[in-house]
């Protein structure tokens, strides 16, 4: 909330974690004029989403302005006496080390944003006293049910596991007022779109090519980018590509990883396919209007069996 009440746009900001937090809001300031800079901790930004669509975005911000510092651990900040050119307003001074060289460095800036990740707020809410269990990173137990180690206290979003999205929590809000109600509540996890509101977006569904890979499970890949469809030249905004994947024996789809303009949008049909188990070839056989953005997505899907047609 704080970034977002800003009263001017900063000279320089300097933001703490490249997770999706920092990026979108990082992402909204370079636009309006910011400088900006991102310094995170480990070797790729947007945490746990595809590795090699996650370098394609960091390559885009990086065109449009935004530095990376990565690999470098904060490990403090002072405000900095201002030169004369500035006026009377300080700067802040963030010292981070490179985890690779071990050197210490500093950078100013007018505004901090620390963005390195959220937690339940589950103190102050009286679960101690009635007993209700909570994980070592403070989030409540529940069981498939959504119950906690009380019965008859059910909890949802981002009190407990999973992903801190707002649609998560609904579904889990709605399944637990199925249960209540005596029908099957269900939230199926697997489907759960997470979205980066960068400009391009970033959206996502399913499992990516690490998560697979770790899981030792065969899959092909199809992908078509942004800068082949009509659509997308039509709009000016080419960049990004469609990725799916998909199981290399049943063709199930698996995963779908999307960076270009109304990712966020474009994914919902992804979502649909993989709530109904579909395959690359469903999408590959499924009309789509001329022109338009989702037409990368049918594409990608011909392109797992090596058939994009417009390539």
């Known amino acids: 909330t704080e970034p977002l009440s800003l009263d001017q746009v900063p000279t320089h900001l300097v933001v703490v974690g490249g997770g999706v937090i920092g990026l979108e809001l990082g992402s909204v300031w370079l636009r309006l004029g910011a400088q900006v800079t991102v310094i995170e901790y480990t070797n790729k930004i947007c945490g746990a989403m595809d590795a090699k669509l996650s370098q394609r975005l960091k390559q885009i911000l990086t065109k449009q302005g935004m530095k990376f510092i990565m690999e470098a651990k904060v490990t403090g900040a002072d405000l900095h006496p201002p030169p004369p050119q500035r006026g009377s307003s300080p700067q802040v001074a963030v010292h981070y080390e490179s985890l690779k060289e071990q050197t210490q460095s500093t ?28 994980d070592n990173q403070g989030r409540v137990k529940v069981n498939e049910h959504f119950q906690t180690s009380l019965a008859s206290v059910y909890a949802v979003g981002d009190l407990i596991a999973g992903p801190m999205l707002a649609h998560k929590a609904e579904e889990e809000g709605v399944a637990v007022a199925e249960i209540l109600a005596g029908r099957a509540g269900h939230v199926n996890y697997d489907t759960v779109p997470s979205v980066v509101y960068t400009w391009p977006e970033f959206a996502a569904v399913g499992k990516t090519e690490e998560q697979l890979t770790q899981e030792g499970r065969k899959f092909k890949v199809g992908s078509f980018p942004f800068s082949a469809n ?82």
């Open 230 to 311: 009509g659509r997308a030249k039509a709009m000016a905004a080419t960049e990004g590509m469609v990725k799916i994947l998909a199981d290399e024996k049943t063709d199930r789809i698996l995963g779908v990883h999307i960076i270009g303009a109304r990712a966020s949008d474009i994914i919902a049909e992804a979502v649909v396919a993989m709530e109904f188990s579909a395959s690359s070839e469903d999408l590959a056989r499924s009309f789509h209007a001329h022109p338009t953005l989702p037409e990368a997505i049918r594409e990608a899907a011909l392109a797992v069996e090596g058939r994009a047609r417009h390539m």
């Open 107 to 134: 950078v100013l800036g007018d505004k901090v944003l620390v963005a390195t990740g959220r937690k339940p707020f589950s103190q102050g809410l009286g679960l101690e006293e009635l007993g209700i269990e909570r």
